[in-house]
Nanobody, 126 residues
Framework: QVQPVESGGGSVQAGGSLRLSCAVP????????TAWFRQAPGKEREGVAA????????HYADSVTGRFTISQDNDKNTMYLQMNSLKPEDTAMYYC???????????????????WGKGTQVTVSS
């Protein structure tokens, strides 16, 4: 069973940084398309960033472009989301999502991703 596992969430002040990690035990992340989504209380789920094609192609939501960086380490079989210049509006539960396939054009359509982690909380205080 494909089960993404997130880690790295926490609480930080506005302007700070956090790095989230996502591992997919038992599967080679090189051959997967993965992404981060987030959902704040009372709001719809929002796509944040996606990566595919062995880690060479990425896609970002406008709201995080220039502040967040998605990457993956194929040797460690782990995907990362480096979040800088965090804002209170970034507060949400962050979910790692994955699908099997090279994913030549990663995107933030939730229906593309069949496998979802349980989430890690990110809280940004002003």
């Amino acid at each position: 069973q494909v089960q993404p596992v997130e880690s790295g969430g926490g609480s930080v002040q506005a302007g700070g940084s956090l790095r989230l990690s996502c591992a997919v035990p038992g599967y080679n992340i090189r051959g997967m398309c993965t992404a981060w989504f987030r959902q704040a209380p009372g709001k719809e789920r929002e796509g944040v960033a996606a990566i595919g094609f062995g880690g060479s192609r990425t896609h970002y939501a406008d709201s995080v472009t220039g502040r967040f960086t998605i990457s993956q380490d194929n040797d460690k079989n782990t995907m990362y989301l480096q979040m800088n210049s965090l804002k209170p509006e970034d507060t949400a539960m962050y979910y790692c999502a994955a699908s099997i396939g090279l994913c030549s054009t990663p995107d933030l359509a939730a229906k593309r991703y069949l496998y979802w982690g349980k989430g890690t909380q990110v809280t940004v205080s002003s």
